[in-house]
């Protein structure tokens, strides 16, 4: 890759890493501009961490060339290190340590004097919210504080390029929301982003470009809006008082949606998966079948809207499933239940 573009925090061209017969990295081109999200979309076991470490210089490709910010990640490694910060499955903070030492002890490591490392710490624990947590050992911090306390020892000076592995998985609604306004904070002061996640709303909600990988390969690429166009808009799910009424149900919904309609094991149940061909929002037109189906005649008791989960981008994208079972759904299908 000889033509590098300095707008581009990373590219890469045929990135490989290989470990005994696993190529956990097999041929990645990812092209991230500056001063954005990028999202790295893929089940446990793509190669999204592989990838990360080799950007961030901890590991050595074994395939092809990486450039951060222009700098060769292997050849020029002191350049890159210079403008990076890694934050996910590593441990950086001390767990004996309160939220206040490690930032202090973390800033005088990179060389701030003990005030500018003092006022620092204070600044990014307010920005937080972990000034009441301050002075407590970070053992003793909730999953979500413990997210945020990384995130911000990761940012005491502020890197062109912050790498957040995977930032939010296994934490509650509450904290991984407040994980994704850091990192909207982050990206607003001119930080470049690279976030892998499991999660399909997730880099919905942050990224503005998104790969989705599977054993080590980019399946998929592009915007939010192309990546969903590619999958569909989500699901309409419907009960309906009368099981008499379903054949009538799903003709019309046929008609309205112009989508494939499932009929459920339960026999007041069905499902309509939304195509997003039509450019109206999930909402939208969901709430014209539901227009349509009142105008029929059709009692309709219940029903929720459904985005795309990952699983269904998977099925989309390979024809297969990402092999994982479904049962930590955490906001993989988030359903907005309804009462019609
Ligand atoms: N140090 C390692 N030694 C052997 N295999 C590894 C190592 N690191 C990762 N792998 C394998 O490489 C593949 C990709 O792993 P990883 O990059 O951690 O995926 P992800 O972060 O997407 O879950 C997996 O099959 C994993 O088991
Ligand atoms: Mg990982």
């Keep these: 890759m000889s033509q590098h573009t300095p707008a581009l925090a ?20 990812l092209a991230v501009p500056a001063g954005t999200v990028y999202g790295v979309l893929g089940p446990n076991g793509a190669g999204k961490t592989t990838t990360v470490k080799m950007l961030a210089t901890l590991l050595r490709p074994d395939g092809g060339e990486a450039h951060v910010f222009g700098h060769d990640v292997v ?10 910060s890694l934050t996910g499955q590593y441990a950086s903070v001390d767990e004996d340590l309160t939220g206040t030492e490690n930032l202090v002890l973390l800033g005088r490591l990179l060389g701030h004097s003990k005030q500018a490392a003092r006022r620092r710490s204070e600044q990014l624990l307010e920005a937080f919210g972990l000034s009441e947590a301050a002075a407590k050992q970070v053992k003793h911090y909730s999953g979500g504080m413990r997210r945020r306390i990384d995130i911000a020892a990761s940012i005491l000076n502020t890197p062109d390029l912050l790498f957040l592995d995977e930032p939010t998985t296994g934490l509650d609604p509450r904290s991984r929301n407040q994980v994704w306004d850091i990192v909207r904070a982050v990206v607003a002061q001119g930080t ?26 980019v399946i998929a690429e592009g915007t939010k809006g192309e990546l969903k ?11 309906l008082r009368d099981p008499g009424q379903r054949p009538d149900a799903e003709r019309v919904l046929r008609a ?24 109206d929002s999930a909402a939208e037109e969901a709430s014209r079948a539901l227009a349509e189906l009142a ?12 985005q795309p989960s990952l699983d269904e981008v998977f099925l989309a994208l390979t024809g297969h499933d990402t092999g994982q079972d479904s049962g930590q759904d955490l906001g993989r299908d988030s359903k907005d239940e309804v009462a019609a």
């Design 10 to 29: 990373i590219e890469t061209a045929g990135l490989v890493k290989t470990f005994g017969e696993t190529r956990a990295v097999d041929g990645v081109d």
């Design 75 to 84: 050849r020029e490694a002191d350049e890159v290190r210079g403008r990076v």
């Design 192 to 217: 470049t982003v690279l976030l892998t996640t499991q999660y399909l709303d997730e880099a919905d909600q942050l990224a503005s470009r998104i790969a989705v990988i599977d054993h080590g390969k």
């Design 229 to 239: 166009a590619s999958v569909g808009a989500g699901s309409v799910h419907l009960r």
């Design 256 to 279: 309205t949606l112009d989508a494939d309609v499932q009929l459920e094991p339960d026999p007041v149940a069905l499902t309509a998966r939304l195509s997003s061909a039509t450019g």
């Design 295 to 306: 105008r029929t005649g059709i009692t309709v008791d219940n029903f929720s809207l459904g």
